[in-house]
């Protein structure tokens, strides 16, 4: 359900706050550990006591760097940390130390594949190191919040793209391309259920052709890709019923309510606040010098797009298998692997690629997803599930019987050729073999190889069937399908 | 004077300070009063000056080892909480 | 025992003309004493003082003794001390009792030196008089009637009238020098950057050193040499060796350039207190200096340009004191708006609140260019002023304050007046530079104080241009009448 349907057009505008995987705060050296008891990891300097004074993590500083190079974006040479001030109480010092006129990370892309298979350029404004606030907890407190600061100091990542994106859908494909880039860098573990990578979503809606853009409002902290696509959705419809019922779109903050699949305003949402950002006194400009940005790019991994264009190029893959081959650097890691294996000592064939990517994004894929795993958990190595395949690329087993060697595989941890050897699954290539099925096959069935002669070439399929069914599934396909057609024509 | 009584209002109120009925003049007084004292910067040559956020120019900021150095010490910290309970900062109810 | 100064008391520990412990015990009754009137404590710390003397006394007597070792000092109550109350003057922190030491505490305690203890001081440091702290006014040991200048006027008040022979301060606008020099003593605010200021209770980020308030300089060379270098802690703290400042004391002075700031010798300067000055001026040129008349156009914009960039920081350091996790919380908030405003609308005092209104204003949207940004550039060409200046000489000297003490009450009233008792210091934090207030004579009976100030780092100098002045003069040794003798009553 587009808006581009009547006339309107939607302008998506996303803020990320990814989480940097540290192991101590940004400004303190407190430990970012999720989950321990509350203001277990909290010191003096994120409790705001009087007189502390905040220090900058130099692994923070790298990783926004990568993140810079990795989305071709400009390192800014000197940056700026300024304070945001407000009163919250999940915020001790009455300010967020962050970043405002002078960020580490300037204008920056990144490529999105659509679903029609085209690419799109969705521009990144800037990026810029900030802290993490603390935690209000409510639970089992009739008339109060419990402060937790664990959180607060931890370092963010805020990633602000252009208002580029035009639909909820392309707002998930740039959502997940962050989230796999971010994992690939090994900045962020992408881990949205713990907060480690949130989503804003800025969306407006105007008519077609309109020059200006219409009055945006915010839906904040959105915690999976499936309440992205239908929170904006869902904004998108109110705020075309709001214009088209002779209303306005106000500016605001509106939250998802995954529950009842609407988004709403913000209870108690004051007037805007004035933040009165200005540099922090207490820290100095971050100087970066070529020579150590230098260095950085040189231990950046290969990055999801040239992963991806390598597989079309070297393996004649479909730009869509690329993607979805390379949606993580450890399932890339896991084909090549595949790959490399099945080929032995030579140059890998289109034939054993394209095999491969079939497997890994079809069947394993598939097995991953049902048990909740990641590639790294795999219960088929790359090692086996090469194994596996040879076996169909040389002809001992068919494609469909190794389907069942697969489930067999993944439930028994064995590799293809025991189980091949214990179920007896090889394939009859034996051509006499077949021949003599056939024969038995045809002597037994003399009606429908009498109708088969005199036109039905529909039954081809049944002789097929019963060929297959009398040697246990394990006649060769290819071999079957020519002997039969001989045989057949008498 | 400079400032004005909705003005004195809306400074208190976003810095969260209380001010009584019969403070409200005092501080606009003064406030209008430091008002006017700064103004005087308004003459001053500033074009081409760059602003000057620190007394020592050209020092960059350190940065340290990405190391964990504290350990759990809420206990103590917490003896100077006003109000505390399970570990937590207790404030008035939140609403979000 | 409390006529001598740090230098001579360490001389004497070391003869063991008397001991830590005598000396340590004297000094509280001293203090307690004096309390009634002066009121320069906060907090007296009698029980660990005597504890760490007679660590002292077994440190020297087992030859394992320091320069500082067993030398007492008070703490200006704005330096963190770890189970000791610190309460910055105000309300707001007056439950608080600090999980930690600021690292002056830290350097000054391993060095072996006694805290007798907290200093009181106006709120926050914000203020010219100690008229606003929390815990009432300190007096003037020269004349109780009168202010002993702030915002660090209890340690200036306890120095003058040697109840402690030294004591720590901070400096953000003149809270050490305009002090110092309404009460007879040495008061050095070293650069910007050269002290840490971790655990020191922050007003005005990039204003704020810490330094002390001694007898001499030569007092003030021994100690500032510990407490000073490079902490990891602070971000603004520079990485540079610090001299033995001792030992430069009495490098000769033949030679010095002397500037004169044109500005500052005008209308506004009491005319006794030029006469001092110039007299004063007329000591170094027989010491072989050169007197230099400079011109620092942009230095009478100093105070407008504070008044902008102190508040403004402050607005946002004050922040943090909300009611949640220490300090005063207002009794049954009603919600959370509540508990934040009556929590800080009385914990803090009125002249806290209206820098932290001024400085909510001039950084809030539509005027943070007028305001904020424009002060930052002016302050910027007073910087550029020094900087000419100190290329043409090697030490700038003035008056520290335009007037001697004042009454008790006698500025509150009017907010503008009392910021104009720091017209001569605030330029030199403003632009980092360090700068000490020394004693050069008496107007109507009352002290009147002499500034030096130098280049980034010119600490040295300073206190070898004092000292020799000091050599030459006795005012720095002069004691208020009331508190001339051994015993007060």
Redesign the interface.
């Known amino acids: 359900m587009s808006a581009a349907n009547n006339g309107w057009e939607t302008v998506i505008g996303l803020e990320i706050h990814a989480q940097l995987q540290?192991?101590?705060k940004i400004f303190?050296?407190?430990?970012t550990a999720y989950g321990s008891?509350?203001?277990?990891?909290?010191?003096?300097v994120d409790?705001?006591?009087?007189?502390?004074?905040?220090?900058?993590?130099?692994?923070?500083?790298r990783m926004a760097v990568k993140f810079g190079l990795a989305v071709g974006a400009q390192v800014a040479p000197r940056s700026?940390?300024a304070?945001k001030?407000y009163?919250?109480?999940d915020l001790?010092?009455?300010?967020q130390i962050s970043q405002y006129e002078l960020p580490i990370v300037a204008k920056g892309t990144l490529d999105i594949l659509l679903d029609d298979g085209s690419r799109k350029t969705i521009g990144i404004t800037r990026a810029h190191l900030e802290e993490d606030a603390g935690k209000?907890?409510?639970e089992g407190?009739p008339?109060?919040?419990?402060?937790?600061?664990n959180r607060a100091g931890t370092p963010l990542l805020e990633i602000v793209s252009e208002p580029d994106m035009r639909s909820a859908k392309e707002a998930v494909a740039y959502l997940k391309k962050v989230h796999t880039l971010v994992r690939y860098l090994e900045i962020c573990d992408g881990n949205m259920q713990e907060g480690s990578f949130r989503c804003d979503a800025n969306v407006s809606v105007r008519r077609v052709g309109a020059e200006k853009f219409g009055t945006r409002a915010e839906i904040k902290n959105i915690n999976s890709f499936r309440f992205v696509e239908k929170a904006i959705n869902y904004e998108v419809a109110r705020q075309i019923d709001v214009i088209e019922g002779g209303g306005k779109v106000v500016q605001e903050t509106r939250?998802y309510d995954p529950d009842k699949g609407e988004t709403r305003s913000?209870?108690?949402k004051e007037e805007a606040n004035?933040y009165?950002?200005?540099?922090d006194?207490?820290?100095?400009?971050?100087?970066l010098d070529p020579g150590y940005i230098g260095e950085i790019k040189a231990t950046l991994p290969e990055l999801p797009d040239e992963k991806a264009a390598r597989f079309v190029l070297a393996y004649d893959l479909s730009q869509y298998d690329a993607t979805v081959l390379t949606s993580s650097k450890e399932l890339g890691a896991y084909y090549d692997d595949v790959v490399k294996q099945l080929a032995g000592d030579k140059l890998p064939s289109k034939e054993q690629a394209k095999l491969a990517a079939n497997w890994v994004a079809g069947s394993l894929a598939a097995a991953l997803n049902e048990h909740n795993l990641e590639i790294t958990e795999s219960r088929i190595d790359a090692k086996k599930l090469a194994g596996l395949l040879v076996r169909i690329t040389d002809n001992t087993i068919s494609g469909k019987i190794a389907k069942d060697v697969f489930e067999a595989m993944w439930s028994d941890g064995k590799d293809a050729d025991a189980i091949i050897e214990s179920k007896g699954l090889k394939q009859i290539t034996d051509t006499g073999a077949i021949e003599k099925a056939i024969d038995d096959v045809m002597a037994k069935n003399p009606g429908q190889l009498a109708d088969y002669r005199s036109g039905k070439d529909k039954l081809f399929g049944f002789f097929v069937g019963q060929v297959m069914k009398a040697t246990g599934g394990k006649a060769n396909p290819a071999q079957l399908n020519d002997l039969l057609k001989k045989k057949l024509a008498g | 004077m400079s400032l004005n009584r909705d003005q004195i209002n809306s400074i208190a109120h976003l810095a969260r300070l209380s001010l009584t009925e019969a403070e409200i003049p005092v501080y606009q007084d003064s406030l209008s009063k430091i008002v006017d004292l700064v103004g005087q910067l308004d003459a001053a040559p500033t074009q081409g000056v760059e602003p000057m956020a620190h007394p020592l120019p050209g020092l960059a900021q350190r940065m340290r080892p990405d190391v964990v150095t504290e350990k759990d010490q809420h206990e103590l910290y917490q003896r100077n909480a006003p109000q505390v309970e399970a570990a937590l900062y207790l404030v008035p109810k939140v609403i979000e | 025992m409390h006529t001598f100064t740090l230098a001579e008391l360490a001389k004497k520990l070391r003869a063991k003309e008397f001991s830590a412990t005598e000396l340590t015990g004297a000094l509280l009754d001293r203090i307690d004493a004096s309390q009634p009137t002066l009121n320069a404590f906060i907090t007296v710390t009698r029980d660990s003082a005597l504890a760490q003397a007679r660590q002292a006394d077994a440190a020297l007597a087992a030859g394992k003794a320091g320069p500082l070792t067993g030398l007492p000092l008070a703490h200006k109550d704005i330096f963190c001390t770890q189970g000791v109350k610190t309460s910055c003057g105000s309300k707001m922190l007056d439950n608080f009792v600090s999980p930690y030491d600021a690292t002056v505490v830290e350097k000054l305690n391993a060095a072996g030196m006694v805290t007798l203890g907290k200093t009181n001081m106006d709120e926050f440091a914000m203020g010219s008089s100690n008229e606003t702290s929390w815990y009432g006014p300190v007096r003037n040991p020269w004349d109780t009637q009168l202010v002993p200048g702030g915002s660090s006027g209890g340690s200036a008040a306890a120095v003058a009238a040697r109840i402690a022979p030294i004591a720590t301060a901070t400096d953000t606008g003149g809270s050490i020098r305009q002090p110092a020099s309404l009460c007879g003593v040495t008061g050095i605010k070293p650069t910007y950057g050269r002290v840490s200021r971790f655990g020191m209770i922050a007003f005005a980020s990039s204003l704020d050193q810490g330094g002390l308030i001694s007898q001499s300089a030569e007092d003030a060379a021994m100690v500032l040499e510990a407490m000073s270098g490079f902490d990891p802690r602070d971000s603004t703290s520079v990485d540079a060796p610090v001299p033995n400042y001792v030992a430069t004391l009495d490098a000769p002075l033949t030679g010095l350039k002397i500037g004169l700031i044109s500005e500052f010798f005008g209308k506004g300067l009491d005319a006794n207190v030029e006469k001092l000055i110039r007299d004063a001026l007329a000591v170094y040129e027989k010491l072989g200096a050169k007197l230099v008349d400079v011109k620092l156009p942009a230095l009478p914009l100093s105070v407008p340009t504070y008044y902008v960039v102190a508040p403004a920081e402050c607005s946002s350091n004050l922040a943090r004191f909300d009611g949640v996790r220490y300090g005063y919380r207002a009794q049954d908030p009603k919600d959370l708006m509540d508990l934040y405003k009556r929590s800080r609308g009385e914990g803090f005092g009125a002249e806290v609140k209206r820098r932290i209104m001024v400085g909510t204003y001039v950084l809030s949207a539509g005027y943070y260019d007028a305001y904020y940004l424009k002060a930052q550039r002016v302050r910027q060409l007073i910087n550029q002023d020094f900087k000419r200046a100190f290329e043409q000489v090697d030490v700038l000297i003035g008056p520290t304050a335009p007037d001697v003490a004042f009454g008790i009450g006698a500025k509150t009233d009017d907010p503008i007046q009392m910021y104009l008792n720091d017209i001569y210091t605030i330029g030199a934090n403003l632009a980092g530079v360090p700068g000490i207030s020394i004693p050069c004579g008496f107007v109507r009976d009352l002290p009147v104080g002499m500034q030096i100030c130098g280049p980034h780092f010119a600490e040295a100098k300073l206190l070898n241009v004092a000292h020799k002045y000091q050599q030459e003069t006795d005012w720095h040794r002069r004691i208020p009448a009331a508190y001339s003798k051994e015993k007060l009553s």
């Open positions: 540290t192991k101590s303190s050296g407190s430990a008891s509350p203001n277990s990891q909290a010191n003096l409790l705001a006591y009087p007189g502390v004074l905040p220090v900058l993590n130099k692994e923070a500083v700026v940390f304070r001030n009163f919250y109480p001790p010092k009455g300010y209000s907890l409510h407190l008339k109060q919040s419990g402060i937790d600061l939250l913000m209870r108690s004035d009165r950002y200005f540099p006194p207490d820290l100095l400009p971050v100087e």
